[in-house]
């Protein structure tokens, strides 16, 4: 199946990424998972498809994540250990061909420039899939608790995901539960 993936234009003009930065970045675009929220090759698929070393590879996504263009995850429970990077900027969509004839939709991409470099992604599909990197979930997330979830900051996300035993599954009404309770400070 054919597939196509759309970077926003200002891409191609942005003067603060170095030729290796605008590759691996570019090949982040490409793996983006619109599923999960976040694209996910191993080191190995990075290094030997752009032709990097490792250390230029470590310096270069170094770079990205203190730029603000990426946020890279660890994530323990894959096989293999491989990072999770999410984009932050120049991701519009990735389609196959059956929707190339539709008009792409921004997905993560937002106007407030400074902003994107604090809070990368304020839509629900970035916070579910740092969520469920982070924390095992006894079931999946009812309709109602995704609208009360999409209110909530991504700091305090990720403040109550450092939080959480990660050695037993939860549901997702004890999360939010959670995310109540450490908004008003209460542990």
Request: proline letters at 4%.
């Amino acid at each position: 199946m054919e597939s196509y993936t759309s970077i926003d234009n200002d891409f191609y003009s942005d003067r603060n990424l170095d030729p290796y930065e605008k590759t691996v970045l570019s090949y982040l675009i490409r793996y983006y998972n619109s599923n999960f929220g976040y694209s996910f090759p191993t080191r190995e698929q990075i290094q030997q498809d752009n032709n990097i070393s490792p250390s230029k590879l470590t310096k270069t996504l170094k770079s990205l994540q203190e730029k603000g263009y990426i946020t890279i995850k660890n994530n323990h429970k894959k096989a293999g250990r491989n990072n999770i990077y999410y984009i932050n900027k120049y991701l519009v969509v990735q389609q196959d061909s059956s929707q190339a004839s539709e008009k792409p939709k921004p997905s993560n991409k937002s106007n407030n420039k400074k902003k994107q470099a604090t809070e990368p992604q304020g839509d629900l599909n970035y916070k579910l899939g740092f969520i469920e990197t982070s924390v095992q979930f006894t079931r999946e997330f009812r309709d109602t608790e995704l609208a009360e979830l999409k209110e909530v900051d991504m700091k305090t996300i990720e403040g109550v995901c450092a939080k959480i035993d990660t050695s037993e599954a939860i549901s997702p009404f004890v999360f939010l539960l959670d995310l109540q309770k450490y908004k008003r400070g209460i542990n």
